[in-house]
């Protein structure tokens, strides 16, 4: 019976392990508004469900205490690999919100943001938040724990860490993560390409004109419509790239 014991409870902290160092990175879960306390419960809550049904892909308990250890670290550093991941993914509103905020004069107005735990412009901060919460309204957050899930079929417990497959596979999503975030700000670049280049001829053509006292207010004005319209769009299309983004790493 002490036996059978020991077994389950080393089936149990190799799951908590990856489950609980990804949720500690995961996008939503690691901001700063929600504590360790809360966190800690979470993984321990998902570990207890999880283990019935991985019993059969978790290897026995080694004899050998190094064996263990060297285990558990493995386990750690897949949990922390997939967070980051998922991180990375997110990170495209965070390089597209800056482009925003430089594009529309909100460059210095910056504000703590929770999802990064930095100060960021407020544009940047209010498209993660919203992000944040289009994320657990359609049940996104479930396909983040389906992929580190699913991770026990790609990688075995106990088997060696693909280390160049890793570094290889986070190279492409930061790059990709860099072009969509690019590619969501791009309405806001080609404005203030346009708005500039029309300030320019107009202080060219009227030299009298005190242009700065001009620009700011319809920088600022015309800035703030754009982002009205185009909100909705832009989530809507990280929401499907992030989806996207967690299925081709689930596959």
């Known amino acids: 019976m002490t036996e059978l014991l020991n077994q389950e409870i080393y089936k149990f902290i190799l799951v908590f392990l990856r489950i609980g160092a990804a949720i500690m990175f995961m996008p939503g879960f690691s901001a700063s508004y929600v504590n360790a306390r809360q966190r800690l419960s979470i993984a321990l809550a998902v570990a207890v ?3 019935p049904f991985l019993n059969s892909q978790l290897p026995p308990q080694p004899t050998d205490t190094l064996a263990a250890i060297k285990v558990y670290l493995f386990e750690v550093t897949y949990g922390i690999f997939f967070g980051l991941i998922m991180q990375i993914l997110f990170s495209a509103l965070s390089l597209c919100g800056n482009f925003i905020g430089q594009a529309i004069g909100f460059s210095n107005a910056q504000i703590f943001d929770p999802a990064f735990q930095t100060q960021s412009i407020v544009v940047e901060t209010f498209l993660s938040l919203l992000a944040l919460t289009v994320i657990f309204v359609t049940d996104t957050h479930h396909l983040m724990l389906s992929a580190v899930i699913d ?35 791009s309405p806001f670049i080609a404005f203030s390409i346009i708005f500039y280049v029309g300030m320019g001829l107009v202080s060219r053509l009227m030299p009298q004109l005190n242009i700065f ?17 185009t909100t909705p769009i ?9 989806e996207e983004g967690l299925e081709r790493f689930v596959r």
């Open 49 to 51: 469900v999880l283990v």
């Open 151 to 185: 991770s026990y079929t790609l990688f075995p417990v106990g088997a060696p860490l693909p280390i160049e497959d890793f570094s290889d596979f986070m190279s492409q999503t930061l790059n990709q993560s860099f072009i969509m975030g690019f590619k969501i700000g």
């Open 213 to 229: 006292f001009l620009s700011l207010p319809l920088q600022i004005y015309l800035g703030a419509g754009l982002l009205l319209i």
């Open 234 to 242: 832009m989530i809507l299309w990280f929401i499907k790239y992030y």
